[in-house]
């Protein structure tokens, strides 16, 4: 079992910094070919942020783990709504402005209800997994649309994409080829941490459910300390912003896609999960609706929350 730990801890280390790496590629190529930063951001940005979800899932789901699969997205949705927000809170309070809480976290909130019906479904077919695909066309048009009407969040945009590619002007062929080795270590540390995981399941007995919703709390660490950084620097909107793009492409996309590679039969324990999910992203909203800001003591609720959602799996 310890070569699997070891394993489990390699990948997620390999997983973070590759993923990481290959954002920043796509962020460079973008902009060298002219891309826009509202693109770039609500495409490159935010399928990228959710680019180790995406690929631990896919490549369980195409191991015949769909529960694994599906309990890695529910997993990393609660780890972003609870520890991230949580954590995040209480560093410092966080403020956001009412549009982008009504916006996107309203479509945020509609996506996770989607995914909770296929989870009480049961049966996660093909043609389900092409409706979440779709909505996630829908949630991307809509978050473009709306961008572009936000001069405020065209700036923001575009002051994040300029930091992220550090500002220099780098040839597109280099950042290629670099985006290219990124991806393949994404891909083989995706698969040395799924193997890690389910090794050590096995070796402990731990269910499906457990073991998918850890190694989403393992792949939403990239988004707690890119929090941590952003509130520090008052940026409010910036963490709030990827909390629920990530979650949006978490259950559509990454869903989708896990669902279109392996359908099959969802066990029914993944249920209190997914209630759990929803209500968690309700009760995030509530908080930062009613003023705007999560203060300290709702971090700590929040947190308090996942600390409760693990013991429960346990």
């Avoid at 509609?110 to 949630?139: K, N, P, Q, Y």
């Avoid at 941490?193 to 050590?200: E, R």
Wanted: charge should be negative; hydrophobic fraction near 60%; charged fraction near 15%.
């Amino acid at each position: 079992m310890g070569w699997d730990i070891l394993r489990i801890a390699a990948g997620l280390v390999v997983l973070v910094l590759a993923a990481d790496r290959l954002v920043i590629a796509a962020v460079r190529l973008a902009r060298a070919w002219g891309v826009s930063a509202i693109l770039v951001g609500a495409l490159v940005v935010g399928l990228g942020t959710s680019m180790p979800e995406m690929l631990v899932s896919g490549i369980a789901a195409l191991d015949d783990q769909l529960d694994v699969a599906v309990a890695n997205i529910v997993g990393s949705n609660v780890a972003n709504l609870t520890l991230v927000l949580g954590v995040t809170a209480i560093v410092a309070p966080l403020i956001a402005r009412l549009e982008i809480l009504k916006r996107e976290g309203i479509l945020m909130i509609i996506a996770l209800a989607g995914l909770t019906v296929v989870v009480f479904d049961g049966e996660f077919a093909r043609w389900e997994a092409g409706l979440l695909a779709f909505g996630m066309l829908v949630a991307l048009y809509l978050l473009l649309r709306w961008s572009w009407r936000d001069a405020e969040a065209e700036a923001a945009a575009e002051a994040d994409i300029e930091e992220m590619s550090g500002g220099d002007e780098h040839p597109w062929q280099r950042e290629m080829a670099i985006g290219i080795v990124a991806l393949a270590a994404t891909v083989f540390a995706a698969d040395l941490t799924l193997d890690g995981a389910l090794g050590v399941g096995e070796e402990l007995g731990l269910s499906a459910t457990f073991l998918g919703v850890m190694l989403g709390v393992g792949t939403s660490m990239p988004e707690l300390a890119t929090a941590i950084a952003s509130v520090r620097r008052n940026e409010g909107d910036l963490v709030v912003g990827n909390v629920l793009g990530s979650n949006l492409f978490n259950s559509l996309a990454v869903a989708g896609a896990a669902g279109f590679v392996g359908p099959g039969v969802i066990d029914a324990s993944f249920r209190p999960a997914a209630v759990v999910m929803l209500g968690v992203a309700v009760l995030a909203g509530w908080f930062a609706s009613s003023d705007r800001v999560l203060i300290r003591t709702e971090g700590v609720i929040l947190v308090a929350t996942f600390v409760g959602f693990t013991l429960f799996l346990v």
